[in-house]
């Protein structure tokens, strides 16, 4: 009867044991960050939650490699700076990389958007009839400019405009502490204000992912309907 009653109790010790286990497991379950866009993922660990549109979202894990990587190598090598000695205090991290791409595809996407829409919309720079006058759609007009060479001066544009952007990222890589997407370029003064500075980069970010996902969307019609016009009601 002794025995028995031991390993009754045994048996009552091991289960409560397993109980709480599971229950310690549920419970930390529960309190490991969620992305705020998948509910059902974990948050990814390495984006700082108050970076600007952030939104918990990165279920392939991009951000999850090159963490150790300082990108200002790529841009200003050890050998370039005086004495080949780093000057650098501030290493361009992976995750610094990624937004700042992320912003520039952002701004590229908003202008390529509304130059989309506006010669579909038959705007036209003026005095360009002669050249532009039989051009009926953006997408007629990607084909003509290369046909006429201009395509070709675009480009050269692009290039100097790029190298211009490229200057502070080239302090930044230095150490001079710039922030992502800073180009110090703000006409109308709307980053006086630091409240309203930090909603217009939730802006900019939430603006320009629309407008990438837009224009593949729109580049993507004009290709498969390229008889209609934006926004392309009449293919349906």
Do not use: C
């Not at 549109?53 to 951000?63: E, H, K, L, R």
């Not at 997408?139 to 006429?148: F, G």
């Amino acid at each position: 009867m002794r025995v028995i009653i031991f390993l009754l109790l045994a048996s009552a010790v091991n289960a409560f044991t397993k109980i709480s286990t599971a229950r310690a497991s549920v419970t930390l379950l529960q309190a490991s960050p969620k992305s705020k866009a998948v509910p059902y993922l974990e948050a990814p660990k390495n984006i700082p939650a108050d970076a600007p549109g952030y939104a918990g979202f990165d279920p392939v894990g991009f951000t999850d490699n090159w963490l150790e990587k300082d990108w200002s190598q790529q841009i200003v090598p050890d050998i370039w700076t005086e004495g080949g000695a780093p000057s650098r205090s501030m290493p361009i991290t992976t995750i610094q990389w990624m937004q700042e791409a992320e912003i520039k595809h952002g701004r590229v996407a908003m202008l390529a958007f509304l130059g989309w829409v506006a010669v579909d919309f038959g705007v036209r720079f003026p005095g360009s009839a002669p050249v532009t006058g039989s051009i009926t759609s953006s997408l007629a007009a990607h084909d003509a400019a290369v046909a006429n060479g201009s395509m070709g001066m675009l480009l050269l544009i692009s290039f100097v405009i790029e190298l211009a952007g490229g200057a502070a990222i080239y302090e930044q890589a230095k150490g001079s502490g710039r922030q992502v997407g800073d180009f110090s370029f703000d006409p109308l003064g709307f980053g006086k204000n630091a409240a309203a500075l930090k909603k217009y980069k939730e802006n900019e970010i939430a603006n320009g992912r629309a407008a990438m996902l837009g224009f593949s969307g729109v580049v993507t019609a004009a290709a498969a309907f390229p008889d209609q016009h934006f926004p392309g009601f009449g293919a349906f």
